[in-house]
């Protein structure tokens, strides 16, 4: 079951809530007993096992999913309309001729998300070639405002051919949905395309062997901002970085794209005191991104 996580944050952003003096949040529509009653209703409908489209009753996803606006637009300084999807950011276009292109940037040989995923997609360009089920390029939106860097597959994510699937791809939906976007909206995508085996962490070798599929995705994608998901994609990205829990949240840059690293979904799922920390990155984030890219760019 992963509503429970998603119960989680919703009980976290609602203390953050108390705290900030409520904001936006309409107290009298949604007071905190509608809350308490959403929760229960999804902890009674016994959701473990269950695909949450197939199981919620309609009533019950339409109050989360306004809860879900409620919250989210409550980070945001503005009136409480809220729209849920990403089409409202700012055109890259807008921003992108107000950055020199880069070299890698220019070695992009493949002119679609479809055409470098067939390039790649039999590599064997080092061992994990061998070892793989599924080559895992990555999903979403091919023109995303949000690019999503994890480590690499596991093993959900290696039988599926698709990435961030198993537990830790299921909090990451959970927790992309509570700031008021889609993840079909976002683009996700990891430093290694094929599985380590066990779990492992890549090897500097197998990151260098996939960096330059990497470097074409975000060059093809041209996102308003990368979102790194722990120290793996954090190290790759920023070599010389300190640590994942130093940095998170701080606002950096690769090449030409604003980046913010945040703690990897894995790691919450066992360290639930770290979901504080992560849920501030994702609403701040969510907030400049909903708010327009100006703030992603300065
Ligand atoms: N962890 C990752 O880093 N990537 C995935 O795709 C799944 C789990």
Redesign the pocket.
């Known amino acids: 079951m992963d509503y429970p996580t998603l119960m989680l944050y919703l009980e976290n952003q609602l203390d953050w809530l108390k705290k900030k003096g409520c904001g936006h949040l309409n107290i009298e529509k949604l007071p905190q007993v509608e809350l308490k009653r959403v929760i229960q209703g999804l902890k009674t409908a016994n959701l473990c096992a269950a695909r949450p489209s197939e199981q919620v009753s309609q009533a019950a996803g339409v109050q989360i999913k306004e809860l879900r606006m409620q919250l989210a637009s409550s980070s945001v300084s503005g009136p409480p309309e809220f729209e849920t999807a990403i089409p409202q950011f700012l055109d890259t276009e807008s921003h992108s001729s107000e950055w020199p292109l880069t070299d890698s940037a220019s070695e992009v040989s493949a002119d679609s998300l479809a055409d470098l995923e067939k390039k790649y997609c039999t590599c064997q360009r080092c061992p994990l070639g061998d070892t793989r089920k599924k080559f895992?390029f990555g999903s979403g939106n091919s023109k995303a405002r949000l690019l999503f860097i994890?480590?690499?597959?596991?093993a959900d994510?290696d039988a599926q051919g698709l990435?961030?699937v198993?537990r830790?791809?299921r909090l990451l939906t959970s927790m992309i949905e509570v700031i008021g976007i889609d993840r079909p909206d976002v683009y996700v995508t990891?430093i290694v395309k094929c599985r380590p085996p066990g779990n492992r962490n890549p090897t500097p070798e197998e990151i260098a062997c996939c960096q330059p599929i990497l470097d074409q995705q975000v060059s093809l994608i041209n996102p308003d901002l990368i979102v790194t998901?722990?120290n793996v994609p954090l190290k790759t990205l920023i070599p010389g970085s300190p640590g994942i829990t130093k940095v998170r949240g701080q606002r950096m840059s690769y090449q030409r794209w604003p980046l913010i690293p945040t703690f990897?979904p894995?790691y919450l799922l066992r360290n639930r005191n770290a979901l504080d920390q992560a849920w501030e990155d994702f609403r701040s984030f969510g907030a400049q991104l909903h708010s327009g890219s100006e703030a992603l760019l300065s």
């Open positions: 895992v994890g480590e690499g597959p596991g994510e990435p961030f198993g830790a791809g990891n998901l722990g990897h894995a």
